[in-house]
């Protein structure tokens, strides 16, 4: 066994510390890490209201489940940009929203959003609405307006949203 000459020390003693520091900093790196997430912060989170039993795969394919009731099952905010699931409370502002695209003011807390406000998202354009001037470039590269895609019967115009290829 070496001994440190100056201070009487053994190999033994002298790599106790140096074991400690490692696990020191892993401890305390993953308690601020954990206090990090937990935070509550305030923000916006838009989605489709469904029922907790499903989960983001069968919210995503609108899967039927989704919209029916469950033993335990409360309502919940499906973002389908992110995939997520979120649990709502209190229930009582969500209730009479089920299926109903919406934007939820309130504060995050891990998974679940104290809800604030809840607002209805507009989903295009009512029916009979007409639609604002708009000008696009088509595959072509040239521009398109209303006025130039309109045909003799009217025209009919999709603006899908989002896709997942």
């Not at 190999?11 to 990090?36: D, G, I, R, W």
């Not at 394919?61 to 309502?75: D, H, I, M, Q, V």
């Not at 995939?83 to 089920?98: C, I």
Request: net charge negative; hydrophobic share 40%.
């Amino acid at each position: 066994m070496l001994q440190c000459p100056a201070e009487g020390l053994t190999e033994k003693h002298m790599n106790k510390p140096l074991l400690f520091f490692p696990a020191a900093v892993l401890f305390f790196a993953s308690l601020a890490a954990a206090e990090q997430g937990s935070a509550p912060h305030s923000g916006a989170w838009s989605g489709v209201i469904v029922y907790s039993s499903c989960n983001a795969d069968e919210a995503f394919n609108e899967s039927r489940e989704c919209f029916l009731s469950a033993p335990g099952a409360k309502l919940s905010l499906y973002d389908d940009t992110s995939r997520v699931m979120y649990g709502l409370e209190p229930q009582q502002l969500t209730a009479g929203h089920l299926g109903d695209p919406v934007t939820v003011r309130g504060e995050l807390d891990g998974d679940t959003i104290r809800v604030a406000s809840i607002e209805l998202m507009s989903m295009g354009l009512a029916v009979g609405q007409k639609a604002p001037a708009f000008s696009l470039h088509d595959q072509f590269g040239g521009t398109q307006t209303l006025d130039s895609l309109k045909g003799a019967n009217g025209t009919v115009l999709l603006f899908f949203r989002s896709a997942d290829w």
